[in-house]
């Protein structure tokens, strides 16, 4: 099983709530314990113990070792549930200002019913702290997903590592998407300004005949600046999908090999395209594809800048 949730806190805030037992006996606890008491050794080798009283439950303890840390971007234990053994895996990620972390659970099999992902979606009490569960307590499966959907995160659950947080269902920002668009449009004129309109400009001169002049060119230039915004906010849409899979970069450096990829294509349909099919000389298609290439990576890293998930899924810690 895998877990992604995305939380409004630095990485290494984020991970000092797994790492240190005072702040980790904050959250930990399931939703009706009455008591929670952690005790652990934080470093490689190091063995935990992890006690909470459940209201009609009693008690319950188990215990794990701590078998690879790197701080603050991975957590590996496995753990002793009585009836089970677990390894679980747990990886921070920067996203901006945010941090995204995806917990990948094996060994410890859970039937997750459409009714009981009804209820974690809805079924949201307010906490001091909005994490999800430590690790599950075997003897009451049908509670798992009420302690996900603890505080309002942007979460996903699911069995396949290419599965997106958005197809099962969490939304999208598409404010800050629309925000993201615009801003990249912004970057994206601005470097063919600087490149084409200033430094290589005198390079069209041989070919301009197989150019609009600058008049033609601004009268058609609302429907440029309009196909651009769609075409950016498409790309904007598409990274949020992506980031939102688990075991994803951190976002700019996604941003920047998502701007690259973006680039590459629209360099092989775009300017290389032209020198194809267009009278004009080498120089100025090898200075046009350079210049495709940056500019997309560019508005890639802005996406992956500006953009958030939804606002109604975020959690602050504090």
Same mark, same amino acid.
């Given at each position: =099983?895998?877990?992604?949730?995305?939380?409004?806190?630095?990485?290494?805030?984020?991970?000092?709530?797994?790492?240190?037992?005072? #702040?980790?006996?904050?959250? %930990?606890?399931? #939703?009706?314990?009455?008591?929670?008491?952690?005790?652990?050794?934080?470093?490689?080798? &190091?063995?935990?113990?992890?006690?909470?009283?459940?209201?009609?439950?009693?008690?319950?303890?188990?215990?794990? $070792?701590?078998?690879?840390?790197?701080?603050?971007? #991975?957590?590996?234990? %496995?753990?002793?549930?009585?009836?089970?053994?677990?390894?679980?895996?747990?990886?921070?990620?920067?996203?901006?200002?945010?941090?995204?972390?995806?917990?990948?659970?094996?060994?410890?099999?859970?039937?997750? %019913?459409?009714? %009981?992902?009804?209820?974690?979606?809805?079924?949201?009490? #307010?906490?001091? !702290?909005?994490?999800?569960?430590?690790?599950?307590?075997?003897?009451?499966?049908?509670?798992?997903?009420?302690?996900?959907?603890?505080?309002?995160?942007?979460?996903?659950?699911?069995?396949?590592?290419?599965?997106?947080?958005?197809?099962?269902? &969490?939304? =999208?920002?598409?404010?800050?998407?629309?925000?993201?668009?615009?801003? &990249?449009?912004?970057?994206?004129?601005?470097?063919?300004?600087?490149?084409?309109?200033?430094?290589?400009?005198?390079?069209?001169?041989?070919?301009?005949?197989?150019?609009?002049? !600058?008049?033609?060119?601004?009268?058609? =230039?609302?429907?440029?600046?309009?196909?651009?915004?769609?075409? !950016?906010?498409?790309?904007?849409?598409?990274?949020?999908?992506?980031?939102?899979?688990?075991?994803?970069?951190?976002?700019?450096?996604?941003?920047?090999?998502?701007?690259?990829?973006?680039?590459?294509?629209?360099?092989?349909?775009?300017?290389?395209?032209?020198?194809?099919?267009?009278?004009?000389?080498?120089?100025?298609?090898?200075?046009? $594809?350079?210049?495709?290439?940056?500019?997309?990576?560019?508005?890639?890293?802005? !996406?992956?800048?500006?953009?958030?998930?939804?606002?109604?899924?975020?959690?602050?810690?504090?």
């Amino acid at each position: =099983m895998q877990i992604t949730r995305v939380f409004d806190a630095p990485r290494p805030l984020v991970f000092s709530y797994w790492a240190q037992p005072d #702040k980790l006996r904050l959250w %930990s606890g399931r #939703k009706d314990a009455t008591s929670v008491e952690v005790e652990g050794d934080f470093r490689v080798g &190091g063995g935990f113990r992890h006690k909470m009283t459940i209201r009609g439950a009693g008690r319950h303890t188990f215990s794990g $070792t701590y078998e690879e840390i790197v701080e603050p971007e #991975k957590i590996v234990y %496995s753990a002793n549930l009585g009836s089970a053994t677990i390894r679980v895996i747990i990886q921070f990620y920067e996203q901006g200002e945010q941090t995204k972390v995806v917990l990948t659970q094996e060994g410890f099999r859970t039937r997750i %019913s459409s009714r %009981s992902w009804r209820e974690a979606r809805t079924n949201r009490s #307010k906490s001091s !702290i909005s994490f999800w569960l430590f690790a599950p307590v075997p003897e009451i499966e049908s509670s798992i997903l009420r302690r996900f959907g603890h505080a309002p995160v942007h979460a996903s659950i699911h069995r396949s590592a290419s599965t997106s947080a958005h197809a099962q269902g &969490g939304p =999208m920002n598409y404010p800050r998407l629309a925000i993201a668009a615009v801003i &990249g449009t912004v970057v994206y004129f601005a470097w063919g300004y600087l490149i084409e309109g200033w430094l290589i400009r005198d390079h069209f001169l041989p070919s301009q005949a197989v150019y609009r002049d !600058i008049s033609a060119m601004q009268k058609y =230039m609302p429907l440029g600046l309009l196909s651009s915004l769609l075409a !950016i906010f498409v790309m904007a849409v598409i990274f949020a999908m992506v980031s939102a899979a688990p075991g994803t970069v951190s976002g700019v450096t996604l941003g920047a090999f998502f701007g690259l990829l973006f680039g590459i294509f629209a360099a092989c349909i775009h300017p290389i395209s032209n020198f194809v099919t267009m009278n004009i000389d080498m120089r100025l298609g090898l200075e046009t $594809t350079a210049s495709c290439l940056v500019q997309w990576t560019l508005v890639g890293v802005t !996406i992956a800048l500006l953009y958030n998930p939804s606002s109604g899924d975020r959690v602050q810690a504090r």
